[in-house]
């Protein structure tokens, strides 16, 4: 009612109603009722009258230092048993603003106690006079067993967040029941006991801060907003899963009870992302995960980007979009087996494509994971387009800024990019791991990596795109590993295992051991370029520019090849059958394939083993196989085993060539070994040369270069050594130099 106070002011409503029904299964005798704010608002005490703007009373009213944001009701004897029904609780609070929602608590005589939560949902303003009526909510206390037998049992479970101990009990199908998980926050224990929930078209959790073992999900869920349906109160808000959107660890060092172990995806996610926001994360079983180790899961749905997207990062991943913290939150024989995809829109700062997880952030490790699906970005766009700043695709983790660890991770999915950026890194197990420690040693890429599109800056490497510091050790690639109908604005570092080895955070000199190519390395048709920079093509590594980082016992067994359609493609390019270019001596590696470059322009360092190394010494180095270029323009280094050494004293120490060497139209001869950009003084020792081996000219150039080797020759600098250099025959010498059948190289 109505109160006059003075005289023409009347004063209305000043609280509102709240209605909440609560169905007891069994006799329960509740003992206390609690409500309390969660943003610290008055809730009971002393309030004073509000005023406008203009000092007028307005209607509501506001706490002062003698009011308190909690109120209970205790009840007396005899007036707090319930039986099996459902019981209607009525409480009067004042109207307002209540910025992090009401929390509600029921205590009964047992010690079990139930938290539901009111009024959480942006622009939930409680309006005078109104009667708000909530839906039905179950009494089942926190740390009480549950058993789930029915699709309306899970309903019920999902009405409240808890901390219950619950059992699937057997199969249920969804599909006719309405299941609303947007506020299900669950973070008690979950068992699955092997059982499958079908039919879901919603995520099962909104936020999992629990465990959950032994379930297979089925479902079919379609956002079209992802910042409308998944946002939850976490420092990266924005989250789509299957399981949950967002999966967290409430201690700072994690909790042993916080875990997903043993859960199958089924289905299907698709994401449609209409506004923009910092960072959307989207993975098969989780948006997110920041603290809660995954282990033994396998999702076998789509992950699709859909329609439309914006935004500043986008990041898809088979298991996770994101894995945000380490602690106990390492990620261990998970598989992906769906596809991964984004084929159409747009976003102003990174887009992440990944199988395990897109983005990490922190120090995990990935054990014995593996991807089989499909991943791709092959967004349509128009001539002079970017559709993205900046790109990273990946079998296994897309990107990560610390320190990962990938012992033995599998990729075998198809990996295709083709869209139009200013830089990309694309691997088969890793794209970039950006400039911190990381181990991916023993991990192996064998499904086909296909790149077209454009771009001004492109890292492709069969199992790694980028890294500085890294450790891989004994590294595998076994697929092609292919570059076509793509315009290359700047530059491209391609291999069949790394991309680019840079100098790294801390500089630290470290040795890779034993990484294999057996996948072909191609460029060929529809390729556009007329950049001046250099481009890197490795069998093995593309660049490893970097005094402080030496590899040994590596092999590639594989041809590296750029071969336009049609027309010549002018690329400045050093390549070589290991690696494009490195700046310390590979010991122990050595190169079985063909190294063939055709119709190209501009200057090229080609080499049966190495484009450019710039070293005094080259020892116990192997090439097998055909070089071949017939460049047109520019200066064209052209060797057996190193295509440019540069000047100055040079020893070949147990070093062997068996193969063909073809000079380019114009090049500046072509040696057996080597060719010097300049005179050199040169010792060759214990070194071998293969019956059979030919130093040939191409069409157009000089028949000088015209020579093959069979078991008599004997070695001079003029066939070693390109012919045509300042280098004299007496600044050459032979130690122990034979030629011997080729297949004892």
């Known amino acids: 009612t109505a109160n006059t106070l003075g005289a023409g002011f009347s004063l209305d409503y000043l609280g509102s109603v709240i209605r909440v029904p609560i169905k007891f299964f069994t006799t329960t005798t509740i003992k206390a009722f609690e409500?309390?704010?969660?943003?610290?608002?008055?809730?009971?005490?002393?309030?004073?009258?509000?005023?406008?703007?203009?000092?007028?009373?307005?209607?509501?009213?506001?706490?002062?230092?003698?009011?308190?944001?909690?109120?209970?009701?205790?009840?007396?004897?005899?007036?707090?048993?319930?039986?099996?029904?459902?019981?209607?609780?009525?409480?009067?609070?004042?109207?307002?603003?209540?910025?992090?929602?009401?929390?509600?608590?029921?205590?009964?005589?047992?010690?079990?106690?139930?938290?539901?939560?009111l009024f959480t949902e942006e622009g939930d303003d409680v309006v005078a006079g109104k009667v708000y009526e909530y839906g039905e909510r179950s009494y089942i206390p926190d740390g009480h067993v549950v058993y789930i037998y029915t699709p309306e049992d899970l309903v019920t479970l999902a009405k409240r967040t808890t901390n219950a101990e619950v059992y699937l009990?057997?199969?249920?199908?969804?599909?006719?029941?309405?299941?609303?998980?947007?506020?299900?926050?669950?973070?008690?224990?979950?068992?699955?006991?092997?059982?499958?929930?079908?039919?879901?078209?919603?995520?099962?959790?909104?936020?999992?801060?629990?465990?959950?073992?032994?379930?297979?999900?089925?479902?079919?869920?379609?956002?079209?907003?992802?910042?409308?349906?998944s946002q939850t109160n976490n420092n990266n808000p924005y989250g789509v899963g299957i399981i949950a959107h967002y999966a967290y660890s409430a201690t700072e060092e994690g909790d042993l009870r916080e875990y997903i172990d043993g859960v199958t995806v089924n289905g299907s996610l698709t994401v449609g992302i209409e506004t923009s926001q910092a960072n959307y994360n989207i993975g098969g079983l989780v948006g997110a995960c920041n603290g809660i180790p995954m282990s033994n899961c396998v999702n076998n749905a789509t992950v699709t980007?859909?329609?439309?997207?914006?935004?500043?990062?986008?990041?898809?991943?088979?298991?996770?979009?994101?894995?945000?913290?380490?602690?106990?939150?390492?990620?261990?024989n998970c598989v992906n087996n769906g596809a991964v995809s984004v084929s159409t829109g747009k976003a102003s700062e990174c887009v992440v494509v990944a199988g395990i997880a897109g983005h990490v952030s922190q120090a995990v490790t990935f054990a014995s994971c593996v991807n089989n699906g499909a991943i791709s970005f092959t967004t349509p766009f128009a001539e002079d387009e970017k559709v993205v700043p900046n790109a990273r695709v990946a079998g296994l983790v897309g990107y990560t800024t610390a320190g990962i660890k990938i012992p033995s991770g599998k990729n075998t999915g198809a990996i295709t990019f083709n869209t139009s950026v200013t830089n990309a890194f694309v691997g088969g197990v890793v794209?970039?791991?950006?400039?911190?420690?990381?181990?991916?040693?023993?991990?192996?890429?064998?499904?086909?990596?296909?790149?077209?599109?454009?771009?001004?800056?492109?890292?492709?490497?069969?199992?790694l795109g980028s890294t500085g510091k890294i450790i891989a050790d004994d590294i595998k690639n076994s697929a092609p590993v292919t570059v076509k109908n793509a315009t290359i604005i700047t530059q491209v570092w391609l291999a069949g295992c790394i991309g680019r080895l840079d100098s790294g955070e801390d500089k630290t000199e470290m040795t890779i051991t034993g990484m294999q190519n057996t996948g072909t390395i191609t460029m060929n048709e529809g390729m556009k370029s007329s950049s001046s920079s250099w481009q890197y093509i490795g069998g093995v590594l593309a660049s490893g520019d970097s005094s402080n980082k030496i590899l040994k016992d590596c092999v590639n067994k594989a041809d590296i090849e750029l071969r336009p359609s049609s027309g010549s493609l002018s690329l400045k390019c050093r390549a070589g059958g290991l690696a494009g270019i490195i700046?310390?001596?590979?010991?122990?590696?050595?190169?079985?394939?063909?190294?063939?470059?055709?119709?190209?322009?501009?200057?090229?360092?080609?080499?049966?083993?190495?484009?450019?190394?710039?070293?005094?010494?080259?020892?116990?180095?192997?090439?097998?196989?055909?070089?071949?270029?017939n460049g047109t323009s520019g200066t064209n280094y052209i060797g057996?085993?190193?295509?440019?050494?540069?000047?100055?004293?040079?020893?070949?120490?147990?070093?062997?060539?068996?193969?063909?060497?073809?000079?380019?139209?114009?090049?500046?001869?072509?040696?057996?070994?080597?060719?010097?950009?300049?005179?050199?003084?040169?010792?060759?020792?214990?070194?071998?040369?293969?019956?059979?081996?030919?130093?040939?000219?191409?069409?157009?150039?000089?028949?000088?270069?015209?020579?093959?080797?069979?078991?008599?020759?004997?070695?001079?600098?003029?066939?070693?050594?390109?012919?045509?250099?300042?280098?004299?025959a007496d600044d050459v010498t032979f130690t122990n130099c034979t030629i011997v059948d080729p297949a004892t190289l």
Not at 655 to 662: E, I
Request: aromatic share 10%; net charge negative.
């Open 169 to 229: 009990m057997n199969d249920i199908d969804m599909s006719e029941v309405e299941y609303n998980s947007d506020s299900f926050n669950f973070y008690g224990s979950f068992d699955g006991q092997g059982h499958s929930i079908t039919g879901l078209t919603t995520s099962l959790f909104n936020n999992l801060e629990g465990s959950l073992k032994n379930l297979n999900v089925t479902a079919n869920i379609v956002y079209n907003e992802i910042g409308a349906n």
């Open 431 to 463: 794209a970039l791991i950006d400039n911190k420690n990381g181990d991916i040693s023993g991990s192996s890429n064998e499904g086909a990596v296909t790149v077209s599109g454009s771009f001004a800056g492109m890292w492709i490497g069969g199992v």
């Open 583 to 629: 700046n310390r001596n590979p010991i122990g590696s050595r190169s079985e394939g063909e190294v063939n470059f055709k119709s190209t322009k501009g200057s090229n360092e080609i080499g049966g083993l190495i484009g450019y190394l710039n070293q005094p010494t080259y020892e116990n180095l192997t090439f097998k196989g055909t070089v071949y270029t």
């Open 305 to 332: 980007l859909g329609e439309t997207f914006s935004g500043a990062t986008v990041r898809l991943g088979g298991i996770a979009g994101a894995v945000q913290t380490a602690k106990t939150a390492n990620v261990t």
């Open 35 to 117: 409500l309390k704010t969660r943003g610290g608002e008055a809730l009971s005490g002393t309030f004073t009258l509000g005023k406008d703007e203009n000092g007028a009373f307005n209607g509501t009213v506001q706490g002062t230092e003698n009011s308190t944001s909690s109120v209970t009701l205790t009840f007396a004897e005899g007036q707090n048993v319930y039986e099996s029904e459902t019981e209607t609780f009525h409480f009067v609070i004042p109207a307002g603003v209540y910025s992090e929602g009401i929390e509600m608590t029921l205590y009964d005589t047992d010690g079990g106690y139930m938290k539901a939560y």
């Open 640 to 728: 057996g085993l190193v295509g440019n050494v540069n000047s100055g004293e040079r020893l070949f120490k147990n070093c062997a060539v068996s193969g063909t060497v073809h000079g380019g139209n114009n090049a500046s001869g072509a040696g057996l070994f080597c060719n010097p950009k300049s005179a050199i003084t040169a010792d060759f020792q214990d070194c071998k040369v293969g019956i059979g081996s030919h130093r040939k000219a191409s069409s157009g150039g000089t028949s000088d270069l015209d020579f093959k080797f069979d078991a008599n020759t004997e070695l001079t600098k003029d066939l070693v050594i390109a012919a045509f250099t300042a280098t004299k």
